[in-house]
């Protein structure tokens, strides 16, 4: 079982480049979340999709945007990386929006230098 | 807005019992959950407990819920060394809109 799939692994940006992080799952859920983590402030939402075609702001959503792209994918963008946004970055889904339950892809470290 | 604290490390022996501790602040929250975090992998969650229980057992797990003083812990008897992994609380608010992470408690455990 797959669950929650995200590419890449790793990646080393410059500040100003742009990237997208892709995110897929496999368990048909509706509701789909990124989050980063930075080191003692555990997981902050940056955006999230209730179900397909809705997106909405989370915590810290300033530098990124998303996109939908049907049940399955949730793409998040940097369009111009900054220092500040070297973190790893989680893809969540669930069930349903505000289900009990959400599941967690393995991560992405992105560093911009 | 809501806040969600942990202390940062706990340590102990292989067989004793490891009790994590969480604050929150947020008294509308519905459901509590613990989440681990092993080295260089995603969050799987471990257990979670609804707002109108005062403690939940799961083998090894215990969790304690005091909705009064918003304190929320998890015990973990006889700890092992595959334990070893920081765990995460996290409440869900009424709204359910979304997940409020603690910082995270980074568990040792020493053979």
């Known amino acids: 079982n797959a669950g929650v799939t995200q590419t890449p692994k790793f990646q080393v940006l410059k500040t100003g480049q742009s990237m997208t992080l892709q995110c897929a799952q496999d368990?048909?859920?509706?509701?789909m979340y990124w989050y980063r983590q930075d080191p003692g402030m555990g997981l902050r939402l940056i955006y999230y999709?209730?179900?397909?075609?809705?997106?909405d702001k989370g915590e810290v959503p300033n530098g990124y945007n998303v996109s939908r792209l049907n049940k399955r994918e949730f793409s998040l963008r940097l369009e111009s990386a900054a220092p500040s946004q070297t973190s790893v970055y989680f893809c969540?889904?669930?069930?349903?929006?505000?289900?009990?339950?959400?599941?967690f892809g393995q991560g992405t470290r992105l560093t911009v230098v | 807005g809501e806040d969600v604290e942990q202390s940062l490390f706990l340590s102990v022996r292989e067989g004793d019992s490891s009790v994590i501790n969480c604050t929150y602040t947020?008294?509308?929250?519905?459901?509590l959950y613990w989440y681990k975090q092993e080295p260089g992998a995603g969050l799987q969650l471990l257990t979670y407990?609804?707002?109108?229980?005062d403690m939940k057992q799961d083998q090894r797990l215990t969790v304690l819920l005091n909705k009064k003083d918003k304190h929320l812990s998890l015990r973990i008897a006889d700890t092992q060394t595959g334990d070893s992994a920081i765990y995460f609380c996290?409440?869900?608010?009424?709204?359910?809109?979304?997940?409020?992470f603690g910082g995270g408690t980074r568990l040792m455990v020493k053979p």
């Open positions: 999709s209730a179900s397909e075609g809705t997106t």
């Open positions: 407990i609804f707002s109108n229980m």
């Open positions: 947020d008294s509308s929250s519905t459901y």
């Open positions: 996290a409440e869900r608010d009424n709204a359910g809109n979304m997940l409020t």
């Open positions: 969540a889904s669930s069930e349903a929006y505000g289900g009990t339950e959400a599941f």
């Open positions: 368990m048909n859920h509706n509701s």
